[in-house]
């Protein structure tokens, strides 16, 4: 079901689920297909020389999975498209077989000035692991339908 611009209130916080544990498919694919060769990412043997002594998820692939873990709470059937991203952060690392929950806070909300029947919202998404802490967060801002009129 759509969630139109009036549906939002500012505070408001969602939390996602489900919740998403990470496989080493996942961080292989991604990096694949974005043409990723880090070895911080693929290579058990170089990871084992590194601070986190085992390979990292690529943090593009976490940033990407806690926004669409955030959509079917957010934007899905009324989104006309992201306007830009804020702060983008990873505060702490994520491995493979971490599971991730995403929560969204919503910080502001405006009709637009150049297209009626708009309006653009302001989504903080945080994402923490099995242990509660939190591995990323963003601030993104999105260009929302407005409610239909009848």
Do not use: W
Request: aromatic fraction near 8%.
């Amino acid at each position: 079901m759509a969630r139109f611009y009036e549906d939002y209130q500012i505070g408001e916080v969602l939390v996602h689920q489900p919740s998403r544990t990470v496989t080493e498919s996942d961080n292989t694919l991604f990096c694949a297909i974005t043409m990723n060769p880090q070895p911080l990412h693929l290579d058990y043997e170089f990871a084992k020389t590194t601070i986190h002594g085992k390979p990292l998820v690529n943090s593009i692939y976490t940033l990407g999975l806690i926004l669409g873990l955030s959509v079917h709470d957010t934007t899905l059937g009324a989104t006309l498209g992201n306007l830009g991203f804020g702060e983008i952060a990873f505060p702490k690392p994520v491995f493979i077989g971490d599971t991730l929950t995403a929560e969204t806070t919503i910080r502001s909300k405006r009709l637009s000035k150049s297209r009626p029947g708009t309006g653009i919202v302001e989504f903080e998404h945080r994402a923490r692991n099995q242990n509660g802490v939190i591995v990323a967060h963003c601030v993104r801002t999105g260009m929302v339908m407005c409610r239909p009129q009848k």
